[in-house]
């Protein structure tokens, strides 16, 4: 796999970073090699095989519908790098 | 007597005999962070006010006739910086959450907690536990106590550093690929990996959520099963979290692995195998053996490509995990920004190193479409294919033995330049954590560079009790060895 | 010009009407203050994880029931990723892979002619958060209060071709899913919200034309606007030999027009793979079984009964059932006070008057049943006569009185004393010889004069069948 400059300016987007031209050309040169190396699993026949997200068959992990909750405004924004009016503030988003 | 030398038993021992209080026991182990922690910087946050405030509270509890049944009450602990601690800056070693105090414990802490521990600082990582070296911390490198020329291994470096420096009496660690293993082994500490689901990862920053699980980090493996005791168990919080009958591992302390069948991957002993690590795991072998157990060599379907398949999957889940960190709710914000799109990208690219940039953009990459099922399915095939060979194995083997990591402890500065040579050094620890399964290193041997050599036991899912059992085995056939700088 | 037709899709999102929100123990009460309906957990605060709220599996398993979907027994959930400020983890945790119905349909009705919209699948997923803007710092402040409410979007096959089939489709939608007390279905309160697919194709064309989505519409007015307005757009740009662009649309209805609302550098590729903190989902046939017998009578059942049971016409039983807040007041009504033909007449007459000039929807009806019983008992124990009701009815529509205590407070109680009556009456009939006479000489609506002078002067509380009495006997 080569990693072409539109493949490297597509993952950035979505991964939302932005790139100099000289990360651009290391994150190029890595992702090739290492996308390459992953590529090696193709030499293992998984036809038959079921993709395995879940290592134990686990199932049906649920809660009741009860409030537990005791919310604390304070603190959930305490941490917010800007906020107004009890919410966290950002810059308008368009729409 | 210095007190920084006990084991985390011992000093439990001796403030429940109150031979030494809580305070003694903190003021030393403060004193001795401040004496060497600037060589090693294992430390990101030390908590000299609150740990002696929790101190005197817990020797009031001791006092009160509480905690009795706490082998560990008033003993401190060091918990690596990506375990929420309430109140208490968490950072991941990441600038993007440099100031980010957590409104929640962890499951663990609230555990540890409950047991009477004394939580003395945060310690230093792989930023976001991505990293061998413990390197590409914002926050600096630390050393390894062994040699300060060298590195002490990651993620979890600060973790094990502290215990090897004699800075903490035991730590927390996280373990997605080999994270608490192979610093110990590197630092000449003894780290269980939990099979998955037996301790709650609810409160530890997520990494690659399918893999992660924390585990203790001591000076042996008493040590770590005492700890295991107290932090495993059952997690209505976390979904992912194992009901278990029985969570009493220090049960396995006992010197006979008589009748016990021990495989050892031949893949393990193959080539990029340094050759003073594998004649020491060998002699190790040969140890067990003599005590009785019986030994053979044996192939492991399918581990040969247990590193594409975790690089894959890791930084899949990583890049998900790990795109909540855009300057909104917490963490760092860029100072200069035009519109919503500039602090999403600004803030993300200023506060994110370049390995956890790297592994977001293979992780956007393999998932994205036309490339999800090459990549990201395929790897969850092989995944199956590991988990198979494992069963496999243990159909005929109590436990797998082999190496932790193919050499001792590089030097600073020689890992990070060829990311892909780096992942390499994870052939035998990411196996485990694809699979699911428990696994513990103990220190084995020193080179003749005067490192250590950690060796890796495996166990069948929950089959803990066989590992620990085997390592404290072990253990009892040498003395423990700290750093020289300690001795 | 060409004749084209408009093909419709949609995506449903409905809030479940659960007590707490899908991955953590917080209300999901509608309004409160911004951000006092939050934990770690719903704000996507690090090393938090989920843990599935049940209900929201069985309010899905039965919205699938109810419309006719196949469940499947072993579902899902994965992530969908983007960033955006009211998604705090950003990613959405939805069900791409396997969601938990698919393959059903309902039956609508247009114009008299029926036809049934597939259903192409039913998943749960979370709600995000609100997003307000700040008029005087220009910038957009986000509350979280809503996020993690859970949701089922309902994704229809592309099977409506006009508004009045889609309007159908929705309410028959909402009603069901009403009925089965799954959602309130809220428009204005945004717990149904439709994304409309829509495109155009000539008529007798097998290809679908290039569709473009238009995001949470929140009345039926709206939608119905937003797709005439839409679907000009569109054969405008294909008359004129232009393109349609596959794009998300948003529908301004002061405008009457819709905007492309992303800008195209925004790559829209949402890396779904599965949610690695959750556990997969199996439904046992016992499980399903379960909710299958729970389910309660729906609308088309429910009709039925009304009709043989309660001998209610069977236009006058649609209506009633066309809302489940009507359904409810009209059974827990004939259960207190055994009068069901007396209820039907106050709710088809009197509430469907007072609806249309509040313009109220059925489901925001304030008044109980008690208070409605309480009236109808005033009525047949003689306590008041329909005039004095008719008013009394007003103040219960309006502010749910109590109509015992309003008559006693304001003496609204009938005279029944005869004698008293009679007194009044002999002066009514002292006073108005004119029309006595022209009564006597065969003229019969003078009778009618000469009762309402009698109720003006007894304020409305009499008995006119008892005036209408006295009256003829002194006259004759
Ligand atoms: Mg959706
Ligand atoms: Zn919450």
Redo the contacts between chains.
Sequence with gaps: MTITDD??N??????????SSE?KEK?KK??S???A????????N?DA????????P????????????H???D????????S???????????? | MDLTKLTALELGKKIKDKEVSVIEATQALLEKIKQTDEDYHCYITVMEQEALARASEVQKQIDAGELSDSPLAGVPVAIKDNICTKGVKTTCASKILYNFNPPYNATVIEKLEKAGAVIIGKVNMDEFAMGSTTETSYFGVTKNPWNTAHVPGGSSGGAAAAVAAEEAFYSLGSDTGGSIRQPSSFCGVTGIKPTYGTVSRYGLVAYASSLDQIGPIARNVSDCAVVLDLISGHDTKDSTSVPRDNYQYTEALIDDVRGMKIGIPKGYLGAGLDKEVKSSILAAAKVLEEKGAVVEEFDLDAVDYAIPAYYVIASAEASSNLSRYDGIKYGYRTEDFDGLADVYKKSRSEGFGNEVKRRMMIGAFVLSSGYYDAYYNKSLKVKALIKEGFDKAFEKYDILLGPTAPSTAPKLGESLSDPLKMYLGDIYTVSVNLAGLPAISLPCGIDSKGLPIGLQLIGKHFGEKDIIRAAFSFEQSRDYKGPVNNA | MKSYETVIGLEVHVELATQTKIFCGCTTQFGGEPNTHCCPVCTGMPGTLPVLNKRVVEFAMAAGLATNCKINQKCKFDRKNYFYPDLPKAYQVSQLYLPICHDGGIEIEVNGVKKVVGIHEIHMEEDAGKLIHDPWEDCTLVDYNRCGVPLIEIVSEPDMRSAEEVISYLEKLKLILQYLGVSDCKMQEGSLRADINLSIREVGAEKFGTRTEMKNMNSFKAIARAIEGERKRQIELIEDGKQVVQETRRWDDNKDTSFAMRSKEDAQDYRYFPEPDLVPIEISDEWLHDIRSRQPELRDEKMLRYETEYDIPEYDASIITSSKRLADIFEETVAICEKPKEVSNWLMVETMRLLKETEMEPENILFSAQNLARLIGLISDGKINRTVAKEVFERVFKENIDPEDYVKVNGLTMVNDEGALRTVIENIVAGNPASVSDYRSGKEKALGFLVGQTMKEMKGKADPGLINKILKELLS
Aim: overall charge negative.
């Design positions: 493949t490297i597509y993952v950035a987007a979505l991964a939302k970073l932005e790139l990360e994150a890595d992702l090699s290492i996308l190396y992953m590529e090696t699993m193709n030499e293992l998984t095989i079921e993709p395995m997200s879940h290592v134990f686990i199932r049906n992990v649920f809660r009741e519908d009860e409030v537990t909750n919310p604390n405004r603190t959930l924004l305490s941490n917010a790098p800007d107004k009016d009890g919410c966290f503030k950002v810059p308008k988003t368009v729409e």
